[in-house]
C-alpha cells in the first residue's frame, strides 16, 4: 500500500523558532506537495516539487521554505515561526499528474 | 483562476439514504478531477480519480461522474452508512505537468443512525 509519513501529528512551537516538518514517501513518486488547510479557508498550496531539488512557490510560499535533497523526502521549513503559522499541514506525493496521496498531517501550534 | 465549489457545505442524512455531493469547477480545461475523504484531525485519504477523458468512476458504493464540458462533477453514495461520515472534498488540476490541485472546502456529511 502506498504511504506518505509526515513526522509528526502535533507540533508545539515558539514564536521566532525554526520549525522543520518532514515528510517520506515510499512510492518512488516525482512529485510532492505541502499544503497548509485552516477553517473555512480550505487548502491552499505553500510549495510543490516535481523533482530533486526542484522546486516551485504555490499559492502561499511566503514565511516558508522547502528542500528535496533525496527523492522520498520533502521537508517544509518555518525560517521563523509565527502565530499565523498555526495550521494543519499536509504532505502529499504523486506520479506526474496520477492519484495524489496524502499523509495523515501535523497540527502545529505556535505560541 | 480556476475555482471550485462545492455545496451543499454540510449535509446531514438518515441511514441507508442514497445521496449525491456535488462538486463544480469554472475552468473547463482540467487534467483530472479527484474525489477525498477526510476524517477529522486528519489527512485525506483519495477515492476516486476520473480522467478528463472520463465520464464516471466506480468503487463500491461509490460512484463519481464528470462532465468536463459544464464543469461539474458528483458523488454517489448509496446506502450510506454511519462510517460514511465524513467530509468529502473535490479537487481539480490544471492541465498537464507538475502542477497542483485546486480544492474545493468540501462538504461535511453526517449519516444518523
Known amino acids: 500500500d502506498v504511504k506518505v509519513t509526515q513526522s509528526s501529528r502535533y507540533l508545539v512551537k515558539r514564536t521566532g523558532e525554526k520549525v522543520f516538518l518532514e515528510c517520506v514517501q515510499d512510492m518512488d513518486h516525482e512529485n510532492m506537495f505541502w499544503y497548509r488547510q485552516d477553517p473555512g479557508l480550505g487548502l491552499r498550496l505553500i510549495y510543490f516539487s516535481y523533482d530533486v531539488k526542484m522546486k516551485e512557490k504555490g499559492d502561499i510560499p511566503e514565511g516558508y521554505s522547502v528542500s528535496r535533497e533525496k527523492k522520498e523526502r520533502f521537508s517544509l521549513i518555518l525560517e521563523s515561526a509565527s502565530t499565523n503559522q498555526t495550521s494543519m499541514y499536509l504532505c502529499?506525493?504523486?506520479?506526474?499528474?496520477?492519484?495524489?496521496?496524502f499523509g495523515s498531517g501535523t497540527q502545529l501550534s505556535v505560541l | 483562476k480556476q475555482e471550485v465549489t462545492q455545496i451543499p457545505a454540510a449535509l446531514s442524512v438518515p441511514e441507508g439514504e442514497n445521496l449525491v455531493l456535488n462538486c463544480s469547477f469554472t475552468?473547463?480545461?482540467?487534467?483530472?478531477l479527484q474525489w477525498f475523504r477526510q476524517d477529522p484531525g486528519k489527512g485525506l485519504t483519495s477515492l476516486l480519480l476520473?480522467?478528463?477523458?472520463?465520464r464516471e468512476q466506480t468503487s463500491g458504493r461509490l460512484n463519481a461522474s464528470l462532465d468536463k464540458s459544464s464543469g461539474r462533477s458528483t458523488l454517489y453514495i448509496a446506502a450510506s452508512q454511519p462510517g460514511d461520515s465524513a467530509t468529502y472534498l473535490c479537487?481539480?488540476?490544471?492541465?498537464?505537468?507538475?502542477?497542483?490541485?485546486?480544492f474545493g472546502k468540501g462538504t461535511h456529511l453526517i449519516i444518523q443512525p
Open positions: 475552468d473547463s480545461a482540467i487534467y483530472n
Open positions: 479537487a481539480v488540476r490544471r492541465g498537464g505537468g507538475a502542477d497542483g490541485l485546486t
Open positions: 476520473i480522467q478528463s477523458s472520463q
Open positions: 502529499a506525493s504523486s506520479i506526474r499528474e496520477g492519484k495524489l496521496f
